[in-house]
């Protein structure tokens, strides 16, 4: 690094801090841009606590939902990243605890036959 260069860090903090910027003046490219990047490791990780990758699109649909309501109230104390994620495994582990005490009648099949008659 040469004299009057920014270290590496900072100009990655810069270009975050530009990025919450527009998140938060809803600047649809950038909202664009962080789903492209996040939305594959987001179904991944959502995958791992729920049944389906289904579900694990509604939840990355929720937690998308949750960021854009609470990006205002976002203190960074945590990267954004980090915080998307800690929604996303909040909303997938609640949703994952929930479906399973859920039982469906396909579930109670015996032998074949229903558990309820059609």
Known sequence: MSEGEAP?????DKVADLL??????????????LLREL??????LARSFV????IAEEVVQDT???VVAGLDGFEQRSSLKAWIF???????????ARDGR???????ERDGEPAVSP
């Open 20 to 33: 919450l910027v527009r998140l938060r003046a809803r600047d649809a490219m950038a909202f664009r841009s």
């Open 39 to 44: 939305h594959r490791p987001m179904i991944a």
């Open 86 to 96: 800690n929604i996303l495994v909040n909303k997938a582990r609640t949703r994952g």
């Open 8 to 12: 590496e860090g900072d100009a990655d």
């Open 102 to 108: 859920i039982l469906s009648f396909s579930d109670l």
């Open 51 to 54: 049944k389906s990758r289904e």
């Open 64 to 66: 998308w939902v949750a």
